[in-house]
Structures are given as structure tokens and as C-alpha cells.
T-cell receptor, first 112, second 116 residues
Framework: KAGVTQTPRYLIKTRGQQVTLSCSPI?????VSWYQQTPGQGLQFLFE???????NKGNFPGRFSGRQFSNSRSEMNVSTLELGDSALYLC???????????FGQGTRLTVV | AQSVTQLGSHVSVSEGALVLLRCNYS??????LFWYVQYPNQGLQLLLK??????LVKGINGFEAEFKKSETSFHLTKPSAHMSDAAEYFC??????????????FGRGTSLIVHP
């Protein structure tokens, strides 16, 4: 069974640009969550999607948004990039009901 | 509100020695507790989880953790460290999912260094 796949693995963007990250969950999983990992703030929850609906949301500005498609694949978008958005962005998928999440390898975003 | 405190950003042990990584939590509801491991340039892998059943939880790779409500602790242990255990370890707490997903709040992590 294939694991959680995140693309791209590495990304360099310029301040002010926008970026879209992609996450393909484990087959059959309906929940996808996104996390930001930085040395300064650690691991922080961004949001969770379940059956194409945002079910939970962390404390991030509106520049951070996401969506989920009917095949459960998810995308995360960050607009008007700031230097502080440089981070490892992790995606995790789960069946969605009282179950643990499985993490992808992450996308390393660098904003210059 | 929930939070996790991991005592010690770095822990150094010799190969074969006991591993003890400390985690204390704060939660206004009965907590679900987790330990994850992260290897360089990798995502997180679940080592073990406590979900209100047995207080001593056994996980993968020989790790175990004990839930102590009176001490609000969930320390991770392994009797004998291997070189391959060198990694970043995260403790996390989540409220009961109530039919939804766990949404863990993570600690800042502890880097385990294993010396030959």
C-alpha cells in the first residue's frame, strides 16, 4: 500500500509570490491534515479536510488555505509569501474516524 | 486547551544504555497521548499512543511509555539504545476525537543522540 505522497519535496519561492503544495493520501483515507514545522515554532496544525470539507482549523492567517478533491487528494495554498513561511509542510492522512494519522515526507519550502 | 512540555531539547546516551525521554502534558479533558519519531528529512512516524486503555503502552522498535495521571506525564523509554534510534522525538496530546480525527498538539521535540 503506497504511503502519503507530497509533491514537490523542495520548493524555492520569492517573497510576495504564492505557492501550492499537493498531498495524495493513502488509498481509502478520507481525512487529510496539514502541519507547518519550523525551528522557531515547532509543529503547528494548519487545517484538516474530510470529504472535501474543512473540519478543523488551526490559528493561521487567511493567506493559508486548502482544499480537498473528491478523490481525497488535497492542496494547500499560501499567498503573498513571507520569509517566515519558510518551513517543512507536512501532510497526514487517516481514515477519518477515531484513527491515527500517517505522515508524508513533507515539502520543504524556502522563501527568499 | 492542551499543551505538551518535553524536558530537554537534546538527550545523549551511549549505545546499550537506557533511553528516557520526558513528556508532561496539560489537558482540560481526558487526553489521548502520542509519541512520534522523525528521522532527518522525513515525516513523522507513530511510535505508540495512549487512548485511555492500559496505562503502559508498548510501541514499535522496543519503545514503551507509561501514562501517569497524577504526574501528568507520559515518558518514553527503551531499555537499550541502538545507533538507529538517533532521531527527533515528539510527544503530542489530542482531545478525544469523538468520531473525528485526532488533532494532536505537539511538543517542541527532543533530539536523541546515541554514542557508540
Amino acid at each position: 500500500k503506497a504511503g502519503v505522497t507530497q509533491t514537490p519535496r523542495y520548493l524555492i519561492k520569492t517573497r510576495g509570490q504564492q505557492v501550492t503544495l499537493s498531498c495524495s493520501p493513502i488509498s481509502g483515507h478520507r481525512s487529510v491534515s496539514w502541519y507547518q514545522q519550523t525551528p522557531g515554532q515547532g509543529l503547528q496544525f494548519l487545517f484538516e479536510y474530510f470529504s472535501e470539507t474543512q473540519r478543523n482549523k488551526g490559528n493561521f492567517p487567511g493567506r493559508f488555505s486548502g482544499r480537498q478533491f473528491s478523490n481525497s487528494r488535497s492542496e494547500m495554498n499560501v499567498s503573498t509569501l513571507e520569509l517566515g513561511d519558510s518551513a517543512l509542510y507536512l501532510c497526514a492522512s487517516s481514515p477519518g474516524t477515531d484513527s491515527e494519522a500517517f505522515f508524508g515526507q513533507g515539502t520543504r519550502l524556502t522563501v527568499v | 486547551a492542551q499543551s505538551v512540555t518535553q524536558l530537554g531539547s537534546h538527550v545523549s546516551v551511549s549505545e546499550g544504555a537506557l533511553v528516557l525521554l520526558r513528556c508532561n502534558y496539560s489537558s482540560s479533558v481526558p487526553p489521548y497521548l502520542f509519541w512520534y519519531v522523525q528521522y532527518p528529512n522525513q515525516g513523522l512516524q507513530l511510535l505508540l499512543k495512549y487512548t485511555s486503555a492500559a496505562t503502559l503502552v508498548k510501541g514499535i522498535n522496543g519503545f514503551e511509555a507509561e501514562f501517569k495521571k497524577s504526574e501528568t506525564s507520559f515518558h518514553l523509554t527503551k531499555p537499550s539504545a541502538h545507533m538507529s534510534d538517533a532521531a527527533e522525538y515528539f510527544c503530542a496530546v489530542s482531545p478525544p476525537p469523538s468520531g473525528g480525527s485526532y488533532i494532536p498538539t505537539f511538543g517542541r521535540g527532543t533530539s536523541l543522540i546515541v554514542h557508540p
